[in-house]
């Protein structure tokens, strides 16, 4: 059997919901040989993720996951293959503030709108992660105004409902540059998830290459063989690294599994292998 890994998954340092160790285990467990934690913004996660990959035997890339804005929002992945990602915290901080700034207006406006919840039990829903969309959802649906957490985003969290409020964000230059300036790989996450038609998407990879992006992910949970093979065509003309996960989420996304997403991923361990062969520039 061929060996494969991970290189995109999330913890409950964002908005996942298995514990950095536990998802470690887990991905040990599911027979993976390598997985890279990728929270949202954040990197609280990768000590315990490191340390219980020292202890198991798998191998632990530690990553993060930038939310930035560009016509759409965009996601930047940073992988630190030598594991000292510290770096980039300052960055991250900043990222925070600015997500705690927009939250509160997301609870005003849900009890404008007859909604009565309360920061605190978003708070709850968080237990002590960043608290994002995500756990306002769940406190919505474990008070009973929505059936599950997409249809609280479908009503009111989404981009154009209304409570949707948009937080301030970097660019995709702007992440890529904080990434490769703390060390880090920047890759263009899940690049078919903004919807842009072949052209488009192409011209800005070729934007964000100036930026000093590094690889682009090609093997992803939503995307058919033709989409991956349009993919490694895309980072090969630009000389990118190919990368791959599954945007594990637990049970926040109980349709997807560690490694194998819906069934039918494979990410081969030599993605990570180029990953660690490659110069960061700095
Ligand atoms: P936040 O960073 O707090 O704005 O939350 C972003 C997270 O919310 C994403 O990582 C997704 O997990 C989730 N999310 C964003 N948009 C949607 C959507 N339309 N449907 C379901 N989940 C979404
Ligand atoms: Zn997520
Ligand atoms: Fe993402
Ligand atoms: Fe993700």
Redesign the pocket.
């Known amino acids: 059997m061929k060996k494969c890994i991970d290189l995109h998954t999330h913890t409950t340092a964002s908005?996942g919901s298995m514990r950095p160790a536990g998802l470690v285990m887990h991905a040990r467990n599911s027979g993976l040989f390598a997985v890279a934690v990728t929270d949202?913004?954040t990197v609280d996660g990768l000590a315990e993720a490191v340390a219980e990959g020292g202890r198991t035997g798998i191998e632990v890339l530690p990553g993060v996951e930038i939310?930035a804005d560009y016509e759409r929002e965009t996601h930047i992945l940073g992988y630190f293959p030598d594991g000292e990602y510290t770096g980039i915290e300052e960055v991250l901080k900043q990222l925070k503030k600015n997500?705690d700034e927009r939250?509160p207006k997301i609870i005003r406006k849900l009890n404008e709108l007859g909604i009565n919840i309360s920061m605190e039990e978003a708070t709850d829903e968080a237990a002590g992660s960043i608290i994002?969309?995500?756990h306002i959802?769940a406190a919505m649906l474990r008070k009973g105004y929505a059936a599950s957490?997409?249809e609280a985003?479908?009503k009111y969290?989404?981009?154009g409902r209304p409570a949707y409020f948009k937080?301030e964000k970097l660019t995709p230059g702007e992440s890529i540059r904080a990434i490769s300036g703390a060390g880090g790989i920047p890759v263009l996450a899940h690049p078919l998830s903004m919807g842009f038609g072949a052209y488009k998407l192409e011209k800005l990879v070729g934007s964000l290459c100036a930026c000093g992006l590094m690889g682009i992910e090609c093997y992803y949970v939503d995307y058919d063989s033709e989409d991956r093979t349009n993919l490694l065509r895309i980072a090969r003309t630009y000389d990118l690294l190919a990368t791959g996960g599954s945007d594990f989420?637990g049970t926040?996304k109980p349709d997807i599994e560690i490694g194998t997403g819906r069934g039918d991923l494979r990410v081969p361990y030599e993605c990570l292998d180029m990953l660690k062969k490659a110069t960061i520039k700095k």
């Open positions: 908005d949202h913004d939310s997500r939250n994002g969309r995500p959802a957490i997409q985003f479908d969290l989404a981009f937080k989420h926040f």
